[in-house]
């Protein structure tokens, strides 16, 4: 595997399940993204992880759950999500450049997402 | 709070044809990197260019050129002699000075019709 996976690539939930999407980089970063592409939006950063502590949560509501136990790996758990939740999610990850002490901007590299659909 | 507007929400040509995207910015911040990322069917994004605000000279890379204009806070995408594989939703994006927080615009769809 290279760059950045997500698994699943569709998912169709009820509004009462709980389902999770993974994401895995293969790319040796430190920092992970979550972002959220809806047909009517610009893409909508959700969370960003950097050494695996969370370092912004961009007022996201709190049916959507982020876990990063390593810095190979990040995970969106949801559960009671609303139709509107419908919509592509992206993972991201890069070499953040504060956490590695370097002056340059590396740019972030995008999975090819899990298109969600909520019923 | 940064902001990058793409005006033009579709674009049709002809294939061979040049067209241009456009991209428009606004921050605070004076240092800032502006980015083009390509989204074709597949969904995936694939990074285009890095630009950071401190170098305005112009870039090509094969049919591919950008143009940054920080007097109007415009970083502008032109393709030479479009092909139908370049049909795809085209994304600015602008990051803030700690390089580590994306702003993306709301994206132009290029379709290249044979």
């Known amino acids: 595997e290279t760059g950045v996976t997500q698994t699943p690539r569709h998912l169709v939930m009820g509004m009462t399940n709980k389902k999770s999407l993974k994401c895995e980089q293969h790319l040796g970063h430190n920092a992970m993204y979550w972002y959220k592409q809806s047909a009517k939006k610009p893409l909508e950063l959700m969370f960003v992880?950097?050494?695996?502590?969370?370092?912004e949560n961009n007022s996201v509501p709190s049916r959507f759950s982020p876990e990063c136990p390593n810095s190979s790996h990040l995970f969106l758990h949801l559960h009671t999500l609303q139709p509107e939740d419908s919509a592509l999610y992206l993972c991201a990850s890069s070499q953040d450049p504060l956490a590695g002490g370097q002056s340059s901007y590396n740019e972030q590299f995008f999975g090819p997402g899990t298109r969600l659909t909520v019923l | 709070a940064q902001k990058v507007t793409q005006a033009q929400t579709e674009i049709s040509v002809v294939e061979k044809e040049d067209v241009t995207l456009d991209c428009v910015y606004e921050t605070r911040d004076t240092t800032y990197y502006l980015f083009w990322y390509k989204q074709p069917p597949s969904g995936e994004l694939v990074f285009l260019i890095r630009r950071n605000s401190f170098d305005e000279q112009n870039e090509i890379s094969g049919r591919y050129s950008w143009n940054f204009q920080k007097s109007t806070s415009s970083f502008n995408f032109t393709i030479t002699a479009s092909q139908v594989v370049d049909s795809a939703v085209y994304f600015c994006?602008?990051?803030?000075?700690?390089?580590?927080?994306?702003?993306f615009g709301g994206g132009t769809r290029l379709m290249v019709k044979p």
């Open positions: 994006a602008l990051s803030n000075n700690a390089g580590n927080m994306l702003t």
């Open positions: 992880y950097s050494l695996e502590e969370r370092v």
